[in-house]
């Protein structure tokens, strides 16, 4: 309750609602203004050759250093992006980046988160087209990574829009296979070039139990598709090894790196290419 000054009028209200809300609203203030003055950081992750440990690919992934707050959770601000149409400016963004990196990596390819938001933009395909030719980049090294989560909303406007980014020549990933609802017959209809194994199935496979069948039974059937398998979340050695044994093609996870600046990457790679001589 707080009392009007001078006039004694009381107005009542639930603190604790404004509080969210007003968090909320700064959050939202925020995360504008750092998109707009460019403050979205992009970090890349290894993802390594199953058979030989070699980095073939990085994944890029956004970070935000809130002014005054450290840094926010990617699954925190994309969600606010996507809830407020920041969305797309926010995606295209990551993508120049990811881009303009990449192309000082030229035995790397590129993954690229995709929210289903950004396709509501008629436009999106040409945006993505421009930014590979304005940065001369090409589009078959880049993968663009998908939740299922998009197929199930609304299967007609998925695959036209799959179907417009790959006349472009880049390549679709569908990320987190394994955590919602994973269904046979999206993988089979949408052609994906890539299946991602979902970390909560990678954090299982070294307790026993029936994780590794079901892991062998998510490899066979992306084989019986044709599509390679990345695992992701690999923590630990034995993780890596059975994986491997699994039958995935490339891993990923804080055993083989953990996110980071595109310069160390750069000198990732070096040490590789000297390894390599
Ligand atoms: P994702 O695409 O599935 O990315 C993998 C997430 O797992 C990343 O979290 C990564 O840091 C984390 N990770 C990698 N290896 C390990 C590991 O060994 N153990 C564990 N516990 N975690 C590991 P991050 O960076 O917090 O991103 C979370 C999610 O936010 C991403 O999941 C993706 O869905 C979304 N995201 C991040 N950047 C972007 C972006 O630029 N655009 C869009 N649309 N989404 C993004
Ligand atoms: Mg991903
Ligand atoms: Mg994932
Ligand atoms: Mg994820």
Redesign the pocket.
């Known amino acids: 309750r707080s009392k009007e000054a001078g006039r004694g009028r009381w107005t009542v209200y639930a603190p604790c609602m404004d509080a969210e809300r007003e968090e909320r609203n700064q959050l939202e203030i925020d995360l504008r203004r750092a998109i707009e003055n460019s403050e979205i950081g992009?970090?890349y992750?290894p993802v390594v050759d199953a058979r030989d440990g070699r980095m073939v690919s990085v994944?890029?992934?956004?970070?935000w250093n809130r002014t005054g707050h450290g840094p926010v959770?990617?699954?925190i601000f994309?969600g606010v992006a996507e809830q407020t149409g920041m969305?797309d400016q926010?995606?295209l963004s990551?993508l120049r980046t990811a881009c303009r990196a990449v192309r000082q990596w030229p035995d790397l390819r590129l993954a690229?988160?995709?929210?289903p938001g950004?396709f509501r933009d008629p436009a999106f395909a040409g945006h993505v087209a421009q930014t590979f030719s304005d940065l001369d980049v090409n589009p078959n090294r880049i993968t663009l990574?998908m939740?299922e989560s998009y197929f199930i909303r609304n299967p007609a406007r998925a695959l036209a829009a799959i179907n417009s980014l790959k006349a472009i020549g880049v390549k679709i990933a569908l990320?987190?296979f394994g955590s919602g609802f994973s269904s046979v017959g999206y993988l089979r209809q949408f052609g994906f070039d890539r299946m991602?194994i979902?970390?909560s199935l990678v954090a299982t496979v070294a307790e026993g139990g029936s994780a590794v069948d079901l892991l062998q039974a998510t490899v066979a059937l992306a084989r019986a598709l044709d599509i390679p398998v990345t695992a992701?979340?690999?923590?630990t050695e034995d993780q890596a090894k059975i994986l491997r044994l699994s039958g995935c093609d490339e891993l990923?996870?804080?055993?083989f790196g953990?996110?980071m600046p595109g310069d160390a990457i750069g000198r990732m790679l070096m040490e590789q290419r000297e390894v390599g001589r």
């Open positions: 992009v970090v992750q994944e890029a992934l956004a970070r959770s990617p699954e994309i969305i926010l995606g990551v690229v988160n995709i929210s950004q990574e939740t990320d987190d991602k979902d970390q992701e979340g690999v923590e990923q996870g804080y055993f953990r996110p």
